[in-house]
């Protein structure tokens, strides 16, 4: 099984919808984080959580939230979706390791908003 | 503002050929890290350096953080079609552990 699940894989909605993306993970870490991935943008922070009562901004934010229902759920909103949110959505997960930190990715969210 | 610049942003070569992937910045990171994302799947981690200086080598590929730990190459020998895919550099600053600043990539095409 994978230790870092995403679901839905796929979704297509329509602008203005409420879309909820959901990560799960058994490796035991406490860090999750959520990414988008846009052609030639590479990966950019959007939430990040480093315990259950920690949250923390990435650099676009906006347009999004999270919750941390557990150390082991991590969840991504998107209140009112709209089409420049057409992306590949990436939930990862790390222990503290200072410097030397891993991150372990989900296998991707794939949405479209018309 | 992109905090690592990453170049070439797409390579097409014949197999057996040599390439060197760069990762350069104006700031300081405490390490770099370089992951591999095939299609339909999440990145994965393939080294990190962390000494100013520092080569590792994993198989064909050599990996180098530069002297003032501002920059980053990933070398490939004999490129084979299993090497395909979209390498990302990745940095840690030491004002924000635990959070990694991602280069925009490059996608590697191997062609047999």
């Known amino acids: 099984d994978a230790d870092v699940t995403q679901t839905p894989r796929n979704r297509i909605t329509k602008t203005g919808k409420r879309i909820m993306l959901e990560c799960s993970q058994t490796?035991?870490?406490?860090?999750m984080y959520w990414y988008r991935q846009d052609p030639g943008l590479g990966l950019r922070l959007i939430y990040y959580?480093?315990?259950?009562?920690?949250?923390n901004k990435g650099e676009i934010s906006d347009g999004y939230s999270v919750s941390r229902q557990a150390q082991a759920k991590f969840s991504l909103s998107l209140e009112s979706a709209i089409p420049n949110q057409t992306a590949l959505y990436f939930c990862?997960?790390?222990?503290?390791?200072?410097?030397?930190?891993?991150?372990?990715f989900g296998p991707g969210t794939r949405l479209t908003v018309l | 503002t992109q905090l690592l610049e990453q170049s070439p942003q797409f390579l097409s070569i014949q197999e057996g050929e040599n390439l060197t992937v760069y990762c350069n910045s104006s700031?300081?990171?405490?390490?770099l890290q370089w992951y591999r994302q095939e299609p339909g799947e999440g990145p994965v981690l393939l080294v990190t350096?962390?000494?100013?200086?520092e080569v590792k080598k994993l198989k064909r590929l050599t990996f180098q953080f530069g002297d003032a730990r501002k920059d980053s190459s990933l070398h490939i020998t004999a490129a084979q079609p299993g090497d395909t895919g979209l390498y990302l550099c990745?940095?840690?600053?030491?004002?924000?552990?635990?959070?990694?600043?991602f280069g925009r990539g490059t996608q590697l095409t191997v062609w047999p």
């Open positions: 990862a997960t790390s222990r503290p390791g200072g410097s030397t930190d891993t991150q372990y």
């Open positions: 490796k035991g870490h406490d860090r």
């Open positions: 959580s480093f315990d259950v009562k920690d949250i």
């Open positions: 700031s300081v990171f405490s390490s």
């Open positions: 350096v962390v000494t100013g200086g």
């Open positions: 990745a940095g840690v600053r030491g004002s924000t552990l635990g959070r990694l600043y």
